[in-house]
Every structure is written in C-alpha cells, then in structure tokens.
C-alpha cells in the first residue's frame, strides 16, 4: 500500500481508496479526491507539510495527515 503523502513532487498517481471516517472523509472527497482520480504532486514545503497538488485542474494543499489517508498506486 502506497499513500500520497510517499509520491515525490513531479510525480502522478492514481487515488485508489480513501481512508478514515465521518467529517474528514466526506471533506477530502468533496475537494475532488475519489477512487479512480489522478492526482499530480506539485510541490512539498521544506518541512514535509503542506503538499501542493494538482488535482481535477485545479491546486490543493493538504496536510500531511490528510495525505497518509489517500491509498494510490
């Protein structure tokens, strides 16, 4: 199991499931991030947090946490 908060920025990959429950899935999901999703890794802040991602055309930061939560491949 491969998470997006592994993917090097420049890379791309594909969201295969979504982790965690309740308020914090339903707001990853609404941000655009579902199975079957390409999602482009951007750019990670010095410090590893936040990641800047590309995702259904448009840029997103999201919190490592977050990230440990999206399974891709």
């Given at each position: 199991?491969?998470?997006?908060r592994e993917v090097k920025p420049g890379q791309s990959a594909t969201v295969v499931k979504l982790h965690g429950?309740?308020?914090l899935r339903r707001r990853i999901m609404d941000m655009g991030i579902t199975r079957?999703?390409?999602v482009y890794v951007r750019k990670v802040a010095p410090l590893g947090d936040p990641v800047e991602i590309?995702?259904?055309g448009y840029?997103?930061?999201l919190r490592?946490?977050?990230c440990a939560m999206i399974e891709v491949c």
């Open positions: 199991m491969r998470t997006l429950e309740g308020a079957g999703t390409s590309n995702v259904r840029e997103l930061s490592k946490e977050d």
